[in-house]
């Protein structure tokens, strides 16, 4: 036989586990434990409840000037139209996150795109 797992090798083992568990247990007790007011008694003295309001800090809505259509849709021509706007949002993702390296046998359509004139 083993001497390594010998019965009274693992007797020993489960009892040093079963003291440091009842150890762990009795040490995460309360220690005042009988001091705290009986839960039935109608009489006992309970700390005050604070109640604190989820609206105290809230901040009602308010109406925002919206400026004209006509002013938006010239702004915006000023700036560059809507491609200026599409670079913009490209260019926060691409700061965000590295594209995959282009292959260079794949051409660009986003120039290609820019380039074509459309027809009615």
Known sequence: ?????????LRLVWALVALSGV?????????????????????????????LSPFQAYRPYLEQEVSSWKEANDNTARVGGWRVYAKQAREADASEAKPPAKDASIPDKSKQMDKMEHKK
């Open 1 to 9: 036989m083993n001497p390594l797992f010998s019965p009274f090798r």
């Open 23 to 51: 150890c762990l247990n009795s040490a995460a007790q309360e220690p005042n434990a009988s001091q705290r007011p009986n839960p039935l008694d109608a009489q006992a003295e309970v700390p005050p409840v604070i109640y």
